[in-house]
């Protein structure tokens, strides 16, 4: 019987099949049938139509970005305005979703705040998937003294005390959207960096590659090619969590002090100032928009890339 | 989160140390044992539980019993001269240690561990008599030579030093008396040794100390002995069965638990998890107010002396609050109402200047009520001269005090300030305004049982240039305010002092180094189980001060069934 | 094998002689130091000085950090400057408090993570896998600080199940310790699930689309089987990876947590000490955190390793 680890090996193709394995040999259109179908039990690669959440995913995205851009345009209520006589009030004709405890309207709050968060969300991942995940993609293949000495420079960034390297960054450089944006940026680029690593390691030992190697492939073209398209899930699954992280540390951040500055709104900050002060009790509204309006964004991107996985299958090299 | 205010929380720069810094400099009139203050009598409260006061037992104390409090946050070390005590530092000296002197409820000094303290014709020479037969929890006895002991740590030490500099020796004439030499004139010495430099430790603390251990374990005469202490966790103690006050404490044990964070606190007591609760935030008096299972007591009345002020510093030296028609436009662009009514729950009242109004040296001063017409004209003149006035207000990271500066930002705005934010740590802002790097501050202070504890910071003599250690943080160097403060020290007639310390207060007014937000309050709540807890006596049997802007005495309490 | 370990050794010098060093310059660099704290109204600047020369803070700092240095390398970490604890206490009382709130947390963001996303991954887009990915996202959006004080509210207040905050050393009384350990784990371990179940179900998707699958499931194999014995382990190297992040960042960086349920650990004393600027205190922990932080990378590394033997350990 064929051990585990003949059963790892991949690209076989049905002629060694039926050489090594008489009577097992499937046909071409029964392992294409088999393929499509892994575990018999749901067909994943029909090509439906993209669905109606898709487009529901898709909208909301859109309606965020928008928002977030024009927010100044819009016809909101001053984000930062203060009514003392309209305190914790929930939703009404007058402010759609309520207002905080210092009487400020909640939904000009949200859509300002997006500014923030977006900004330092998007950006955020975008350095540390450029910086790290490029560096983990190569590290992971590569090994060797190239990954020793990246790894080391992760695990100096990873281990370091990050309040400390908080503190003196913003007393220093002084906290600006600009600056929390890269500095949280530069924070993702070690987590990337070890999950793609992780990732584009146990890619680079797969036959496909070994033959990829043998075949002549240059390491740009193995990485390019083999490597990146099956680490791709991956990347997209991890970035999605990395950007909510982002938003919510930011708003941690803002707990201590170290971000942009009051009264500036953004998600992470709201999400905090809706539990601060007994705050959850008198007036979960505060805290619900952001995380509520954050959830949504998440499930929507998270969905538009499933979709588009779906459609372009992404399948490791065959031989 | 209500974190925070707890993180590094002191109210910045203690109580008790500026207690103890100022008052034995002091010179000020009346007789030793006079009331500093007048006041109504015991702590107030809002609700009454089983019918009773809050926190005054009735019917049989019982005896037994182990009692869990949680506290605000812990201290750093049990041992005097190492440390400068905030109020949960004073909590836990009352259980283990007693103080040469303490406050009864009417404000006059009162001795407590000693028997007597009197001067002589100068008032420059005190005589302390002890009590006979006092022991520590180590065993040994009180003695004049351990007190001598304790005073000569103290005036060595860095940290208490400056408290009694004015002290220059302390004689033990004989095994039970003891003998202070001041330096100058002081009726009111004796206040001073009702604060952390009037706590007796034993001589085997000293000894270890000498022989290299920072960390001595506590010993005093007080109700309880030291048990156990983990700090950020708990400290506990146990009932001392050889303490001089016959027939106390009535409790076998008690234990504080530092609980940072305020609403995780109060949910400990609901939960059961402590029986008793100190709080800073006046949500806790609405929170549990009015429920027959709690006890609430609070600061609103009763306190006497000043009580700790939260109020807005401003730095008289620096562009633009240097100029005083900006300080007055601050001033007048503060509604107090608002900011208690959204941010202090509505329980705080506006305030004038440092004396709430049932103390003797209240008056009426020129402090600016909410006018924001007149600011906006001052603002306009400014303007004309400087161009737009801009100044950044800081605060330390805490979300409720991150509150107040977000509206005082949009009140100071619409008189036509430009106000940024900055929200800095506790260290970098208590740097901040040791070296006067700021123009406009969130702070709490001047909690005192006498004005003249508050000399240090308001004084000319300490207010140094930016750049320079200065405990006069706003800089306001006011030759009428210093004039006064000598002389509401040194007035040998209640008169002449009230008149002294309302001139100050009135100059205040006039100066603005200060814009008043309003009492910073103190709150305790306890289950109905918890007897007596605001209701200490003194050994003479007189009422004691119940709650001293947060401290409680744990001496009477008792748990009922 | 000792080739191995010595490699990984020296790398692990180096990085956390990188990062006490970076620590000991930032911290201070900061503005503000300790002797404000402990000098209150006596501040002046007589005394500030013969503070600084008490406790060896007016040497130059290069001075300063060999000094420092020296003393680790016999063992003693020093002591705090406000409570004269020592940096070994805090360690010894705090890292059991992470230890545990790492073990309990991960072992329940394991036990849920793991298996659901086995199922889900087979059965993608149908109704469990659909909840699935919306309460993940739900539990992203929702850090711990959220998370705590509703738990406490329902389950502490509410019910009466746990207590609200509180610690008890395992040692002292296992019961109580682990009953005040729930709440703020599950706190924790919250985000965890999220993070573990969507990588995994990610990277058992790819894999199930696999030849060496189909092969498999041509041999007949049932999915059990295929699911546990030949997908799981090629696709744990994502969920490895993040695990090891996680819990390392769980050693100092759970302070929120700590601080929430008042529990004495090494995150909330770390943040306290830089806030107080205890120099000693933070240089410690510091570099105590890294070493385990990085130790535990390695250990990852050396999972990986066994997962996939194909895996070359370096």
């Not at chain 1, 909510?244 to 002090?257: C, H, M, R, S, W």
């Not at chain 2, 949680?70 to 000296?93: E, K, L, M, R, V």
């Not at chain 3, 746990?162 to 296992?174: L, V």
């Amino acid at each position: 019987m064929p051990d585990d680890r003949e059963l790892l090996d991949t690209g076989s193709s049905s002629q060694l099949l039926g050489d090594r394995f008489p009577g097992l040999a499937a046909t071409d259109e029964q392992i294409v049938a088999m393929q499509s179908d892994p575990t018999g039990d749901e067909d994943i690669l029909v090509r439906k139509p993209m669905g109606f959440l898709f487009w529901c995913a898709l909208g909301w995205i859109t309606l965020v970005l928008l928002a977030s851009v024009l927010a100044n345009v819009l016809p909101l209520q001053s984000p930062n305005f203060q009514n003392y006589s309209a305190l914790n009030q929930g939703p009404s004709a007058a402010h759609w979703l309520g207002t905080d405890d210092l009487g400020r309207d909640l939904l000009s709050r949200l859509i300002f705040g997006s500014r923030v968060s977006l900004v330092v969300g998007f950006f955020g991942v975008a350095i540390g998937l450029a910086i790290g995940g490029t560096a983990g993609l190569v590290s992971g293949y590569k090994g060797g003294k190239l990954d020793i000495a990246l790894n080391a420079g992760s695990f100096v960034i990873l281990a370091f005390p990050a309040i400390v390297a908080l503190i003196a960054i913003v007393t220093f450089w002084g906290a600006s959207l600009l600056h929390i944006t890269i500095i949280l940026g530069v924070g993702t680029i070690p987590l990337m960096f070890r999950v793609i690593r992780a990732s584009s390691l146990s890619f680079a030992q797969r036959d496909f590659v070994i033959a990829a190697k043998t075949m002549g492939a240059t390491d740009t073209r193995i990485v390019l090619r083999e490597i990146l398209p099956n680490v791709i899930p991956v990347t997209v699954t991890f970035s999605l969590i990395t950007l909510a992280g982002i938003i919510v540390i930011e708003g941690t951040l803002a707990f201590l002090g170290l971000s942009v500055n009051l009264p500036i709104p953004s998600w992470g900050n709201l999400i905090n100032e809706g539990t601060a002060n007994n705050a959850l009790s008198t007036n979960p509204y505060i805290m619900m928009w952001p995380a509520l309006a954050m959830f949504l964004l998440l499930w929507s991107i998270n969905l538009i890339g499933d979709r588009l996985r779906q459609r372009f299958d992404i399948r490791e090299g065959l031989l | 989160m209500s974190e925070s205010n707890e993180i590094s929380r002191r109210i910045f720069l203690s109580r008790g140390a500026a207690a103890g810094g100022a008052v034995v400099l002091a010179g000020a009139a009346g007789s030793a044992l006079a009331a500093c203050s007048s006041s109504s009598t015991t702590g107030s409260s809002t609700t009454a539980a089983t019918g009773s006061k809050p926190g005054v037992g009735t019917g049989t104390p019982v005896r037994g019993g182990s009692l869990t409090v949680g506290t605000t946050g812990d201290i750093d070390g049990f041992y005097p001269p190492a440390n400068h005590w905030d109020s949960n530092g004073i909590i836990y000296a009352n259980a283990l240690y007693d103080p040469l002197c303490a406050i009864a409820a009417d404000g006059s000094i009162q001795p407590y561990l000693c028997q007597s303290v009197t001067p002589n014709a100068t008032f420059d020479s005190w005589t302390l008599t002890l009590r006979p037969g006092i022991t520590f929890s180590d065993g040994s006895d009180l003695t004049s030579a351990v007190v001598v002991a304790n005073f000569q740590a103290l005036k060595a030490s860095l940290l208490t030093g400056q408290a009694l500099v004015q002290v220059t020796s302390a004689t033990a004439t004989d095994p039970m008396t003891v003998v202070f030499s001041l330096e100058a004139p002081n009726p009111r010495f004796p206040a001073g040794l009702t604060t952390q430099v009037g706590y007796v430790f034993g001589q085997a603390m000293i000894d270890a100390v000498k022989a290299g251990n920072s960390n001595p374990t506590p010993i005093g005469t007080g109700p309880f002995i030291f048990q156990s202490r983990e700090p950020n966790n708990h400290f506990t103690v146990t009932r001392n069965p050889n303490y001089w006050r016959k027939g106390l404490p009535y409790l076998d044990q008690i234990t504080y638990r530092p609980i940072p964070d305020t609403i995780q606190r109060e949910a400990t007591l609901k939960t059961g998890g402590v029986d008793m609760l100190q709080s800073s935030d006046p949500g806790t008096i609405k929170r549990f107010g009015g429920r027959s299972n709690y006890q609430v007591v609070d600061t609103r009345t009763g306190v006497l002396g000043e009580p700790t002020m939260a109020y807005i510093q401003l730095n008289t030296v620096v562009a633009p609050t240097n100029d005083l028609r900006v300080r007055q436009a601050l001033a007048k662009g503060i509604d107090q109402a608002v900011i208690q009514r959204v941010f202090g729950g509505g329980y705080a009242t506006p305030v004038n200047g440092v004396f709430l109004s049932d103390s003797q040296y209240y008056s009426p001063t020129s402090f600016p009520a909410f006018d924001p017409a007149g600011a906006k004209k001052l603002v306009a003149e400014y303007k004309a001269e400087h161009g737009t006035p801009s100044l950044q207000l800081l605060t330390i990271t805490d979300p409720r005090l991150g509150q107040v500066v977000q509206i005082i930002q949009q009140m100071w705005s619409q008189v036509g300030f430009d106000v940024t934010i900055g929200q800095v740590e506790q260290a970098t802002l208590a740097t901040d305004f040791v070296s006067g790097k700021f123009q406009a501050a969130t702070s709490a202070q001047f909690g005192a049982i006498d004005p003249d504890l508050n000399y240090v910071w308001w004084s000319t003599t300490t207010a140094k240039p930016v750049g320079s250690i200065a405990l006069n943080f706003a800089r306001n160097s006011d030759p009428v305010i210093e004039q006064n403060m000598l002389t509401g020290r040194h007035a040998s007639d209640t008169a002449t002092r009230v008149k002294a310390y309302q001139t100050v207060n009135q100059q205040l007014a006039k100066d603005l180094p200060y814009l008043w937000l309003g009492q910073y309050l103190f709150v305790e709540v306890a289950t109905s189980r918890v007897q007596n807890f605001a209701n200490p006596t003194l050994p003479s049997g007189a009422p004691q001060y119940p709650f001293d802007e947060g401290i409680f005495v744990p001496t009477q309490i008792w748990l009922s069934k | 094998m000792s080739k191995y370990l010595l490699r990984r050794s020296l790398q692990l010098v180096v990085v956390a002689f990188v990062i006490s060093l970076l620590t000991f310059l930032l911290v201070h660099l900061l503005p503000g130091d300790v002797t404000t704290q402990i000098l209150g109204p006596n501040d002046t600047k007589a005394n500030r000085a013969i503070l600084l020369k008490q406790l060896g803070l007016n040497f130059p700092l290069w001075r300063q950090y060999l000094t420092w240095l020296g003393a680790v390398f016999q063992g003693n970490l020093g002591n705090s400057y406000l409570n004269h604890e020592s940096v070994t206490h805090i360690l010894a009382t705090g890292a059991p408090v992470d230890i545990e709130l790492i073990i309990i947390s991960q072992v329940i963001a394991f036990s849920v993570a793991i298996p659901l996303a086995l199922v889900t991954s087979r059965k993608p887009n149908r109704a469990l896998d659909n909840v699935s990915t919306t309460g993940t996202f739900g539990l992203l959006a929702l850090p711990p600080f959220v998370i705590a004080p509703i738990l406490v509210a329902v389950f502490a207040v509410g019910l009466g199940w746990f207590p609200a905050t509180g610690y008890t050393p395992f040692t002292q009384s296992p019961a109580t310790n682990i009953h005040q350990m729930i709440l703020p784990s599950v706190a924790i371990t919250f985000g965890s699930i999220a993070v573990y179940y969507r990588l995994l179900r990610s990277d058992l998707i790819s894999t199930l689309q696999q030849d060496f699958i189909t092969m498999a499931r041509s041999k007949g194999l049932t999915s059990r089987r295929i699911m546990w014995r030949h997908a799981f382990r090629p696709s744990s190297f994502s969920l490895l990876a993040a695990a090891g992040i996680n819990i390392g960042a769980l050693i100092a960086g759970a302070f929120v947590v700590e601080l929430l349920f008042a529990m004495p650990g090494i995150g909330l004393a770390l943040v306290q000490a830089v806030e107080q600027r205890d120099y000693l205190v933070v240089q410690g922990l510091a570099l105590v955190v890294a070493i385990a932080y990085v130790t535990i990378q390695f250990v990852i590394d050396f999972i990986f390793t066994i997962v996939d033997p194909r895996v070359v350990r370096e």
